[in-house]
């Protein structure tokens, strides 16, 4: 009978160096500092920030239909 293995087994690590980049010598990104939330300091790429700019913003009566606002409750 016939075995069930592949002869092109290839692993999980070859898979993901698809998408991982090889060359060691690429300048390292910009990074911008920002505070989360919670008051914590982070580093981000600031390429992740420009993309994040680009999306359409919240009008200030979404953000105030979103927030849990004392104010809300009276009207």
């Given amino acids: 009978m016939g075995s069930n293995k592949k002869p092109d087994n290839k692993s999980r690590r070859d898979f993901l160096s698809m998408f991982i980049s090889t060359d060691k ?3 390292p990104a910009e990074k911008v500092k920002m505070l989360t939330a919670d008051g914590k300091l982070v ?33």
């Fill in 25 to 27: 010598k690429e300048a």
């Fill in 43 to 75: 580093e981000i790429d600031k390429a992740v920030l420009a993309e994040l700019t680009k999306k359409q913003r919240a009008t200030n009566q979404q953000i105030f239909d979103w927030m849990k606002n004392p104010s809300k409750e009276n009207s």
